[in-house]
């Protein structure tokens, strides 16, 4: 017996009826449980009547443990009833409680808002058709060079810039060694930029064996303060030097970085690789682009309380992320000035998208009637073994028991949805913007405005994994 | 001439008053000083039930110490009554 009204588009309130049989029940229940903790001069401890607990403390005593029962499993009860889904706690007020008498209870709860869906059939995108240029893997490749330098030692030469000098130093302040300023055997690139400005230009064209003074200024916001802004001079022998040597692109180059054999098929797995991958980001952006249509095309709130919660996850995801780069989230904070707020302002609007994006997502589930079929969950559940390395029914049992089946079969049920509307929607290829979004990273305005979109999707989506 | 309150002090609840009650006896202490004749009289006077029958006994005070000063509780008369089948309960809890 549930009555309820909305008080806005995702706010319910219900009423709640509970028979008074039950809450007599319950009231024993409470009795039982309270009596063995109360002691009243006169009797022995959990031997006190009902009767004379109730006078002696107000039949309120009871109520208070009744209800920790009694609420939560009507109210569960009740949302079955009136087919609402909850996205917080309830707000409970309790309307009506005296023994021999109905409960009645007030809940006041989010709902999930209704979504009024626009067109999300037929929906017309443009589709970047994944391209990989020779460039691309030329580029790949000459990476993968300098990953693999060797240092080949100059026996008669000068140093050059992006030569790597072994060298012994002392460096004098006002014709004092200073602390910090001496070192042997140290192999410092030229270009690195490792010390101060003008250290490295200087040593350019010093030859092997060489003793070489150097006249340098500390920059004025050098960490040590005692150097700051202060001009010294650097005895410097060079010791050494060796020249970085790229492998050629030849096929055993081909052998050192790849299980193949010859050049020639290497490059040909390098492009193959890159399709792939641009393939997968261009669906990626498909996807994206589709589901944001479908959404502006619907009328959506988004709650609060979920955009709240969606920023938390992005918070913890975040604190995940600086975590595998050994930083907590405070240091984090602290280091950019920033608050836990700040991040979250930041973030507000893509969270809000997405709670949007993810409610129009479910409307669509729902309305079409997406659901995880048993062979699908079977199909999952394998996939996730085959990563894992586990059994398929470890990982069955282990979902089972956490109670996270259901999250896994809305995201079957999720995924179906945007493959559904990636397969309805219009898609017209154009030709891929390459350049442009190479280009991106550089430049501070981006071409043409629906290449940018584009992207901030893709960043989207990145930030989601 | 007492007052009927002066001589039902207070009634007493414990475990055994309260399975007595289920008897139809009711349990009080009263004025040390007074008889059962007097007690039945004031029940009947501030409750308004039919008493079948009084029994008295007088409860010994306990001996106490205070650091080195001793002493006793007072002695106090309890009485337990019956009530007549038909008189109406005694609503003992009300003000306690």
Redesign the interface.
């Known amino acids: 017996m549930t009555k309820w009204e909305k008080l806005d588009n995702n706010k319910v309130s219900m009423e709640v009826e509970v028979e008074a049989e039950k809450l007599e029940e319950a009231l024993g229940q409470a009795y039982r449980k309270v009596v063995g903790k109360i002691h009243v001069p006169?009797?022995?401890k959990g031997?006190v009547?009902r009767?004379?607990l109730e006078?002696?403390f107000g039949p309120e005593i009871l109520y208070e443990e009744a209800l920790e029962v009694l609420v939560p499993e009507a109210y569960q009860k009740a949302l079955e009833e009136v087919d609402f889904e909850p996205i917080d706690q309830p707000e409970l007020s309790i309307k009506q409680i005296e023994q021999g008498k109905p409960l009645i209870f007030e809940a006041t709860i989010d709902v999930k808002p209704e979504v009024e869906l626009g067109q999300y059939t037929g929906i017309e995108v443009d589709y970047e058709e994944p391209e990989v240029t020779e460039e691309q893997v030329e580029e790949y490749l000459s990476n993968l060079q300098e990953k693999h330098v060797r240092l080949v030692v100059v026996e008669d030469g000068e140093v050059e810039e992006g030569n790597i000098a072994m060298i012994d130093f002392v460096g004098y302040l006002e014709g004092e060694p200073f602390e910090g300023g001496k070192a042997e055997n140290y192999s410092l690139e030229i270009g690195s930029g490792t010390f101060i400005p003008g250290f490295e230009e200087q040593l350019i064209g010093a030859r092997l064996e060489e003793e070489k003074e150097i006249q340098v200024k500390f920059p004025e916001d050098y960490q040590k303060e005692d150097l700051a802004g202060k001009d010294v001079t650097f005895k410097v022998t060079v010791k050494g030097i060796k020249r970085k040597e790229k492998p050629d692109l030849n096929d055993d180059f081909a052998k050192e970085v790849s299980d193949f054999d010859t050049m020639e098929e290497f490059r040909q797995d390098v492009l193959n690789k890159l399709k792939e991958e641009a393939e997968k980001k261009a669906q990626t952006d498909l996807e994206e682009k589709v589901i944001e249509k479908v959404t502006e095309n619907s009328k959506v709130d988004a709650p609060e309380v979920l955009i709240e919660r969606e920023l938390d996850r992005v918070l913890s995801d975040f604190s995940q992320q600086l975590k595998m780069q050994g930083l907590t989230l405070e240091q984090y904070c602290q280091l950019t000035e920033n608050t836990e707020e700040d991040i979250k302002e930041d973030n507000r609007g893509e969270a809000e998208k997405r709670v949007k994006a993810n409610l129009v997502l479910e409307t669509i589930m729902k309305k079409e009637d997406f659901t995880a079929s048993p062979e699908e969950l079977e199909e999952k559940f394998k996939k996730m073994a085959q990563s894992y390395q586990q059994e398929p029914e470890n990982i069955k049992e282990y979902f089972e028991k956490s109670g996270q089946l259901d999250i896994i079969k809305k995201e079957i049920a999720f995924r179906k949805a945007v493959d559904f509307l990636v397969s309805e929607a219009k898609v017209n290829k154009v030709a891929p913007q390459k350049e442009e979004i190479d280009l991106l990273e550089g430049l501070s305005e981006p071409i043409e405005e629906k290449t940018q979109t584009a992207e901030t999707e893709a960043n989207v989506e990145s930030a989601e994994d | 001439m007492r007052d009927a309150r002066d001589i039902i002090i207070k009634p007493?609840?414990?475990?055994k008053?309260?399975m007595q009650m289920e008897e139809n006896k009711y349990t009080f202490k009263v004025d040390i000083k007074s008889n059962k004749v007097e007690i039945k009289k004031a029940l009947e006077e501030i409750f308004g039930v039919k008493v079948k029958s009084v029994n008295t006994m007088k409860v010994k005070g306990k001996p106490k110490r205070m650091g080195v000063h001793r002493g006793y509780t007072s002695d106090w008369k309890k009485a337990v009554i019956t009530l007549e089948p038909d008189s109406k309960p005694i609503e003992i809890?009300e003000g306690?």
Do not use: D
């Open positions: 006169g009797f022995r031997k009547p009767r004379v006078a002696r | 007493i609840v414990t475990e008053s309260t809890f306690l």
